[in-house]
């Protein structure tokens, strides 16, 4: 959106007597407080229970946190940062691994290199 | 500058979504509304400096009332709506 | 497990391995923590409502601060963000929602339920909360207010239900007992 296009969307739509959703501003993927596309969704009350793999993830993410290493805020930006589909395809702690991952990539506490290595490993 | 509780605010209608990587704490559905202070819940870190791991400022933090209806408009909506929001965010109204 | 999880599960290894090598993080370290996350659990934030129902001074602590309320129990809150508890009223019903992502009190509640971070419960708790509270087959007089509460930012958000009619003579422990995951967040009501 161009500076002007922005200004002028901002007037058209700067107070209540508008008759738009919220939905219909350029909101992020992530920000679905209201959004129409989830309001047929039921929500299933069953219990769900959590996997080794899950666990371990959040396990990760506190260690780091703890250590100065990442910020819950990161992790959060680096979910924020996935493709929409991928963001609705991928369970919550795939989610947190991928952002993870590519916040230590940035942040270099590890290479792309030594990854793909450590992943090949992990397979054998 | 401080607020107090009962103080009338409009939300900025910001979004810095448009303009690049960002991570904003502040959802879409309050932006450029209007709502009522409640309470100050003390000064924290931006986070949208925290995401980027750059310095973070200690900024006040609010909790803010919104009237649901004004924002969906539909009668099924809730009473209210009660969101901690930055200071930064907020916008003094008469 | 599929292939997505196979894939997952060999970058979680990758990742592990990497962040032991560089000591940066050990495998110990991580199992403490979950195990330490795993202990968390509703039965604690349960034991701080039933203290609330019965103990008007404890009542009045948790109100003005919550974490030092869960302290108050052996609820260890170091590190926690800090804890912010929502009465309800017979005229007043909170229900608390992430619509951001999935901030939970974890100290006192343990791990998000599954249904909390989904998108149906994210999108649908600030416009249509009733209907949400109808999923889990709730159902409010029409007078009663509901209060939906956005946790989006550094505080954690748990509700001190109504104590249900017909538990004057109960003692605190069987209080407890009664006192759910959900009826915390706002979803359901206590039933004895």
Known sequence: MTDTARAG???????????????????????????????????????????????????????????????????????????????????????????????????????????????????? | MMLTPGQRVRVRDDWPETRGPCHIRTPHYVRGRHGVVVRYLGDFANPEDLAFARPAALLPLYHVRFDPHAIWREPHAGDEVLIELFGHWLEEET | MSVQDTADER????????????????????????????????????????????????????????????????????????????ENTPEL?????????????????????????????????VRDPRGVLADFGTVLPEDVRVRVVDSTADFRWMVLPLRPAGTEDWDEARLASIVREGDMIGVTLVSP
């Open chain 3, 93 to 125: 019903h909170h229900l608390v929602v992430c619509t951001l992502c999935s901030c939970y009190p974890r100290a006192v509640l343990g791990y998000p339920p599954f249904w909390y971070k989904s998108a149906g419960y994210r999108a649908r708790a």
């Open chain 1, 9 to 124: 969307y901002r007037r058209r739509m700067s107070d209540d007597t508008r008759t738009t959703l919220p939905e219909d501003r350029p909101r992020a993927m992530h920000d679905l407080g209201g959004v129409s596309r989830f309001l047929c969704e039921p929500v299933d009350p069953s219990p769900h229970t959590l996997t080794a793999f899950d666990r371990e993830v959040d396990g990760l993410r506190q260690v780091l946190g703890m250590k100065g290493v990442m910020s819950v805020d990161e992790l959060r930006r680096g979910i924020e940062a996935l493709a929409e589909d991928e963001y609705h395809r991928l369970s919550y702690y795939q989610r947190w691994l991928r952002s993870i991952t590519a916040t230590l990539l940035r942040k270099g506490v590890f290479t792309e290199d030594e990854l793909r290595t450590a992943i090949q490993e992990a397979g054998a």
């Open chain 3, 11 to 86: 970058l979680l290894r990758a990742v592990v391995d990497l962040l032991a090598q560089k000591a940066v993080a050990t495998p110990a370290e991580i199992a403490e923590r979950i195990a330490i996350t795993d202990a968390a659990s509703p039965a604690q934030g349960a034991r701080m409502v039933a203290r609330a129902w019965v103990d008007p001074e404890y009542r009045a602590l948790l109100l003005a601060d919550g974490t030092r309320a869960a302290e108050a129990m052996g609820i260890p809150m170091r590190g926690a963000p800090p804890l912010g508890v929502l």
